[in-house]
């Protein structure tokens, strides 16, 4: 699976949008995006994923470059229950793969 | 999402004794489950895949005769650390993909051991 950069962590004041940005520049054809996120002493929870285009749900939306080497998580507006460690994840969608984490950034909302 | 639970939340155990944490898929069925562990301040890391009613594939470092993974039904794996010792204090963490075409890995609430 393509490896991913990611800053370590970030601030942002709450009620404005989020944006955390990952760096996929190996991502092949067949690798999805996933975001995950780990609130302190809980197991990861699922944010969203994506190919190619953009995606958007309850949670967040994910911008995918059109060259897909990059891509961005935004929540459009925090609330201090953000704050959380966010994984950007690639991997290909072929039967029951493994996900494999990397170090993740920690978004602190602030008051 | 779905729902994976895990058993129990937190345990205390002495040095020497085994323990076993429960994993389960509350709401589908899973061939396939996983196994993190998770340190203070550091990134879950992958321990073993849990296939039902096979053997378990471990990561490279891993004991599997300390790490004793059965994945016994479609909904439950079990992780049993044996014989622990202090340093196997961690947060365990399992996790299970759904399928059917909204392909999600869903992950457990954790189970936080401490080997006195």
């Known amino acids: 699976d393509a490896k991913t950069t990611q800053p370590p962590s970030m601030d942002c004041a709450e009620g404005r949008a989020a944006n955390l940005p990952c760096n996929h520049s190996t991502i092949s054809g067949n690798e999805y995006v996933y975001w995950y996120r780990q609130i302190h002493s809980q197991g990861p929870q699922y944010i969203i994923h994506?190919?190619?285009n953009n995606e958007t749900n309850e949670m967040a939306s994910l911008i995918i470059t059109e060259d897909r080497k990059s891509s961005t998580l935004i929540l459009p507006h925090a609330t201090l229950r953000d704050t959380a460690v966010y994984y950007c994840i690639v991997r290909i969608i072929q039967g029951a793969q493994k996900l494999v984490f990397g170090q993740g950034t920690r978004l602190t909302i602030n008051p | 999402g779905a729902v994976v639970s895990q058993h129990p939340s937190r345990v205390i155990c002495k040095s020497g004794t085994s323990v076993k944490i429960e994993c389960r898929s509350l709401d589908f069925q899973a061939t396939t489950m996983f196994w993190y562990r998770q340190f203070p301040k550091q990134s879950l890391m992958l321990m073993a895949t849990s296939n039902e009613g096979s053997k378990a594939t471990y990561e490279q470092g891993v004991e599997k005769d300390k790490f004793l993974i059965n994945h016994a039904s479609l909904t439950l794996s079990t992780l049993t650390v044996t014989s622990a010792h202090p340093e196997d204090s961690s947060f365990y963490i399992c996790?299970?993909?759904?399928?059917?075409?909204?392909?999600?890995?869903?992950f457990g609430p954790g189970t936080r051991l401490l080997v006195l």
């Open positions: 996790s299970a993909w759904t399928s059917g075409g909204a392909e999600t890995q869903y």
């Open positions: 994506g190919l190619k």
